[in-house]
């Protein structure tokens, strides 16, 4: 470097080295570590989330377990007994379950039998079969319509964003359940159950999705690329379906997710109201009110039916907790490190101090590079309302 | 501000117009009313017919058939609600709801159905409001504790949980169960055991602390409760409850010490003198007001004393607080509030046996009343009343709970990694301020939206609930209006509610306005 350089020269060299210097330091800092897409940390993040994949694994077993056994359609299953009373069915065991008595494991009739007699088993198969079916499709339905327009809404603003706010206010002022239950008492009786029933809740629970997309591509309009888009001639739609939907796919399916549960939650209500799904077809909700008046003499008639509403609601709703996790890290995690068992019995300073004496024995070892972030409890990201107690 | 709120009011009016004639549309076709009829064998049945179609409106007026257009029954309805508007009954017309299909009055039934109702979702709506903010605040400052995993996990349960199901177990368990106990209510051994083993290991959970704290806690748990619990068997405790002076001066004390510590700090003396004034007066309004508060005869003397005791209550704050004028006016309401609670608890435990004595199984599964209850002491009354309500209160407070919790709580650990939160502690305010004014009021803001929302959704759970427990209610005029294709009560159950959510909303607006600034446009 001579002294005949221009200070303006200088500078740029100075800071070209400050780049390639933050450059060595960036290689040297992630050099042990492996990079992931966003697609894999997405993945990473919801397969470490225990709850989230308890629940998968146990929403897998009912569903193959569901649709195996009494068949679908014409498909037939690998269960002896239909869910519609057969003839000649004979009562075993008095209608009691025969689960885990007299030293067999299932049984002819594993969760009983009722008046008539049919086999609950196959008829709580046979309503989880349309309480998932019901699920899926609604959430299919009322997701292709919330974010188309929700969408439209967002991007074009106007009159259809109006209309939007004027049918979530109609949601405000009338209950989901009375809209669903009057519109439920009108397609009961069509053939295909429960397909018209799920696609006329799907009709009337597309709002929350709308909002939500909407409120998402509000905000991704002022983003640079969008401008861009705009700038080459995208057209809207091209705009929409490339560059905002992919972008807001985190909220679309966990919302999706959410969809589900509270759907099955409702048409069991319908059901059990006598407005969903009706004999001789079977839902779960159906089965629960009418093994309601026998839960003191047979009360697997209607323990068994709610367990499962409840089994498949708390793991759809445990998945979709795990994905919202998964997409949007900032909603649970906050930055802090779940802790470890000792730290949730109390013993917290403890764990602390070892993990200090462990930072420094690591740090002995290894040549120091700049201030160093001590992780877990010591760093000042944790929960920032526990602060107080361990100063 | 105001004119976008009146903007919105007006238009979620326009709304429920709307709601009430796609409604109206969708009930009329829903089934044929006539259908039982139709199949009938009765020699009567066409005269039936005919009186079910003027019931409905269904008749033109020149001709035997039974098809008059929806559209003119709609117009009908409309003008005969819209006169509940019209106070002289000349210029629209008389108030009329329309009647049902066997002829009864709707007009009569939905006062009545609405009082009940409302009664059930307002303070389903209050309680799990407070409880769930109360449990998410505790759950974000102890957050991956044990208590917030528990707690995360009992909300997911009571979210994912069917409401039907779950009353008809309170009902078989909470009601029909417990009333078989009533018949001679004694904890054995076994009970006491593990109550006393739950309360040890829950209450620690919730208190927190160090390892040695928690055990300390959870031992001294243990022996209370092994010592308590034998001791109110012993003195007859559920049949005769009392809670006597020395628990009422105890508590009324122990509230005042309480607000003052969490809102002003045990340091300021002055905060602390007043709501110690407000205590003492409450123990001597207890003795003053025994004789006159037994005598009462409706609700309008504890309605009145309540009054009372609040306008006491911020007298003494502002009277006493000195500088802190407004934490001293808090702590004294609260402690105000709750003493006044704790009395009106004496009061109807004292009534107890009085119920008992008419009523020997004190919770029935059926009505939100008892018919024929064999005395006129007002306290009897309103306690059956309690003892009816508590059931449905409670299981329409789950779902609630859990959308307040969970919500409070991530709303909580968004505020707290706020700047203003950091630089609060940097100018050196104590945690509680920190937490209690600077993270819980701003992460309150938003709940207006959610209560706004939370509302339509009680509305559904209470129709549930009251078809479980057999209330004769809007949730019962609405099913049976719903199965007999019936439009006249299921509108009114529409309009009431959605009239009821419309004022929510305008409530919720104007709070959100007052507590976040920057929203006055």
Redesign the interface.
């Known amino acids: 470097m001579s002294n005949e350089q221009t200070p303006e020269q200088t500078d740029a060299e100075l800071e070209q080295q400050m780049v390639d210097l933050a450059e060595v330091e960036d290689a040297k800092l992630t050099a042990g570590q492996k990079s992931y897409s966003q697609g894999q940390l997405i993945r990473r993040r919801f397969f470490s989330h225990v709850p989230a994949m308890i629940s998968l694994v146990v929403l897998t077993v009912i569903t193959v377990m569901a649709f195996t056994s009494v068949g679908y359609g014409i498909i037939p299953g690998w269960w002896q007994h239909p869910f519609r009373l057969p003839q000649g069915a004979v009562l075993v065991n008095g209608g009691q379950p025969t689960m885990f008595t007299d030293g067999q494991i299932f049984g002819p009739h594993p969760f009983g039998q009722d008046s008539l007699p049919r086999d609950i088993f196959a008829r709580v198969m046979r309503g989880t079969q349309q309480s998932l079916i019901i699920g899926v499709v609604v959430a299919f339905v009322s997701s292709v319509i919330g974010i188309l327009i929700g969408a439209i809404a967002g991007y074009f603003r106007g009159k259809i964003e109006s209309v939007l706010m004027?049918i979530t206010?109609?949601?405000?002022?009338?209950?989901?359940?009375?809209?669903a239950?009057?519109?439920g008492?009108?397609v009961s009786n069509m053939p295909f159950a429960p397909f018209p029933l799920a696609i006329m809740l799907g009709i009337v629970s597309w709002t929350g999705m709308a909002r939500l997309v909407r409120a998402e591509v509000l905000s991704l309009r002022e983003k640079e690329y969008v401008a861009a888009a705009i700038a080459m001639g995208a057209s809207p739609w091209r705009i929409i379906g490339k560059h905002m939907l992919p972008n807001s796919i985190g909220v679309i399916i966990v919302n999706a997710s959410f969809t589900v549960?509270a759907v099955i939650?409702l048409e069991?209500?319908l059901s059990?109201?006598?407005?969903g799904i009706r004999p001789p077809e079977v839902s779960l909700?159906l089965l629960?009110?009418e093994g309601?008046s026998a839960?003191?003499t047979r009360p697997h008639l209607?323990w068994i039916p709610?367990i499962f509403?409840?089994v498949i609601?708390?793991c759809?709703?445990?998945v979709g907790?795990g994905l919202r996790d998964a997409f949007d890290p900032r909603?649970?995690r906050?930055g802090?490190r779940?802790?470890g068992l000792r730290?949730?019995?109390?013993?917290r300073?403890f764990a602390m101090a070892q993990r200090r004496n462990e930072q420094i024995g690591a740090d002995a070892s290894s040549q120091p590079t700049g201030p160093h972030i001590v992780p877990g409890s010591n760093n000042p990201r944790t929960?920032?309302?526990?602060?107080?107690r361990k100063k | 501000m105001l004119k976008y709120i009146f903007k919105r009011f007006g238009?979620?009016f326009l709304?429920?117009f709307?709601?009430s004639f796609i409604?109206f549309y969708?009930?009329v076709?829903?089934?044929d009313p006539l259908a039982d009829l139709r199949e009938s064998t009765d020699a009567d049945a066409e005269f039936q017919m005919e009186t079910r179609a003027q019931h409905l409106n269904l008749m033109l007026p020149w001709t035997d058939q039974y098809y008059m257009p929806w559209y003119e029954r709609y117009w009908d309805w409309l003008t005969g609600v819209l006169g509940c508007l019209d106070p002289t009954d000349n210029i629209i017309g008389e108030c009329d709801w329309g009647t049902t299909v066997n002829g009864g009055d709707v007009t009569a039934q939905i006062a009545n159905a609405a009082e009940v109702s409302l009664r059930l979702v307002l303070i389903a709506t209050l309680l799990s409001i407070v409880l769930g903010i109360l449990t998410g605040i505790v759950s974000?400052?102890?957050?991956?504790?044990?208590f917030d995993?528990s707690m995360s996990f009992v909300m997911?349960?009571f979210?994912?949980?069917?409401?039907?199901?779950a009353a008809?177990i309170a009902k078989?368990y909470l009601a029909i169960r417990y009333n078989n106990w009533m018949a001679d209510p004694h904890f054995n051994q076994q009970t006491i055991l593990i109550v006393a083993v739950a309360l040890a290991i829950a209450i620690p959970l919730i208190i927190g602390?160090?390892?040695r704290r928690?055990i300390i806690t959870g031992v001294v748990m243990f022996a209370y409760t092994c010592t308590v619990m034998p001791f109110l068997d012993h003195i007859h405790f559920m049949e005769e409850p009392r809670l006597g002076t020395g628990f009422i001066t105890v508590g009324a004390v122990v509230l005042a010490v309480g607000f003052t510590a969490l809102i002003a700090g045990m340091q300021n003396t002055k905060v602390l003198v007043s709501g110690l004034i407000v205590a003492a007066l409450g123990v001597t309004a207890y003795f003053a007001t025994w004789d006159m508060l037994r005598a009462a005869e409706s609700y309008w003397v504890p309605l009145g004393l309540f009054a009372l005791t609040i306008a006491v209550s911020v007298a003494v704050g502002r009277l006493f607080g000195g500088y802190a004028k407004g934490q001293a006016t808090a702590v004294s309401l609260l402690t105000g509030i709750l003493t006044s609670a704790i009395i009106l608890l004496d009061h109807y435990m004292y009534s107890w046996p009085g119920l008992l004595s008419v009523k020997p199984r004190p919770v029935r599964t059926i009505g939100e009343s008892s018919p024929n209850l064999r005395t006129d002491d007002f306290w009897v009354i309103s306690l059956d009343h309690l003892s009816q309500l508590w059931l449905p209160t409670l299981v329409m407070m789950l779902t609630s709970l859990a959308t307040y919790t969970r919500y409070t709580r991530?709303s909580?650990?968004e505020v707290?990694?706020q700047d203003y939160?950091?630089t609060a502690?940097a100018k050196g305010v104590t945690?509680r301020t920190v937490?209690l004014k600077h993270?819980f009021r701003n992460a309150m803001i938003p709940l207006a939206t959610i209560v706004?929302?939370d509302f339509?959704?009680l509305?559904?759970?209470a129709?549930?609930v009251e078809?479980v427990f057999g209330w004769n209610s809007m949730g019962t005029m609405?099913?049976t209006g719903?199965?007999n294709v019936d439009p006249a009560p299921?509108m009114a159950?529409?309009i009431f509610?959605?009239g009821i959510?419309?004022i929510f909303?305008f409530i919720a607006d104007i709070l959100y306005a007052v507590l976040d600034p920057r929203i006055r446009v």
């Open positions: 004027t206010d109609f949601v405000i002022v009338v209950p989901l359940l009375v809209i239950a009057i519109l008492s009108t549960a939650l069991s209500t059990y109201l006598g407005m909700g629960v009110s309601e839960i003191n209607f709610g509403i409840l609601t708390l759809v709703n445990f907790d909603q649970q906050k802090d779940r802790p730290q949730v019995i109390g013993l300073g929960n920032q309302l526990q602060f107080w | 238009r979620l709304v429920l709307g709601a409604c969708l009930i076709h829903s089934g974000a400052m102890r957050q991956y504790s044990i995993y997911f349960l979210w994912s949980l069917p409401l039907f199901w008809v078989e602390g160090s390892a928690r991530s909580m650990l707290a990694q939160i950091r502690r945690e937490v993270a706004a929302f339509a959704g509305v559904g759970g129709i549930i078809r609405f099913i719903l199965t299921v159950v529409i509610t959605g959510a419309v909303n």
